[in-house]
């Protein structure tokens, strides 16, 4: 099984640019969800989504937008990236709800320059 | 608002001693639910437990034991007899009743050297 995959692993942006991060899980879980990870600062929930064409907001969505058109993916995208945006970026899937164990891709290292 | 307090930012510890990791936190809710999640040197986030709140026995997995106390609003961690391969950052991490929310702790590193 590959659970939660996340690509690409590794990616450089000068400031201003767009990208998409993508996600894709393969356990029909419905609840899919983006974190950033920081230095000292854990991992803080961006964006999540409780089932196909239902996202919301989390603790920090600006600069990025979300969309969940199947229940398989999930995409992060970054509209005009900037220097603060650089951090490592992980999705995660649970199968009802962010109180239940969640599966985490690989993660993301994004850096912007 | 929720909040997970991990004030151990590093800790350094000698194969085979005992560890505990801990985990204090804040929330208004009258149902939660606490984690543990691991991130080992290659970077993925591997989940250890999860616990409701109105769940207080302790539980033991091994070498991992957890202590959920309510009357103190901790969930603390231990490892004992440490190993090399424990080496890791550790979150801890709370979620209210309607599950649409996930905060976590800023994590804590260990270190166990051989």
């Known amino acids: 099984n590959a659970g939660v995959t996340q690509t690409p692993k590794f990616q450089v942006l000068k400031t201003g640019q767009s990208m998409t991060l993508q996600c894709a899980q393969d356990?029909?879980?419905?609840?899919m969800s983006w974190y950033r990870q920081d230095p000292g600062m854990g991992l803080r929930l961006i964006h999540y989504?409780?089932?196909?064409?239902?996202?919301d907001q989390g603790e920090v969505p600006n600069g990025y937008n979300v969309s969940r058109s199947t229940t398989e993916d999930f995409p992060l995208r970054l509209l005009s990236a900037a220097p603060s945006q650089t951090s490592v970026y992980f999705c995660a899937s649970s199968y009802r709800g962010l109180n239940t164990e969640a599966f985490f891709g690989q993660g993301t290292r994004l850096t912007v320059v | 608002a929720q909040k997970v307090t991990q004030a151990q930012t590093e800790i350094s510890v000698v194969e085979k001693e005992d560890v505990t990791l801990d985990c204090v936190y804040e929330?208004?809710?009258?149902?939660?639910?606490l984690f543990w999640y691991k991130q080992p040197p290659s970077g993925e986030l591997v989940f250890l437990i999860r616990r409701n709140s109105f769940d207080e026995q302790n539980e033991i997995s091994g070498r991992y034991s957890w202590n959920f106390q309510k009357s103190t609003s901790s969930f603390n961690f231990t490892i004992t007899a440490s190993q090399v391969v424990d080496s890791a950052v550790y979150f801890c991490a709370l979620s209210g009743s309607y599950g649409n929310k996930l905060v976590f702790g800023a994590g804590t590193i260990l270190r166990v050297k051989s």
């Open positions: 929330t208004r809710d009258t149902t939660y639910y």
């Open positions: 356990m029909n879980h419905e609840y």
């Open positions: 989504s409780v089932g196909a064409g239902i996202t």
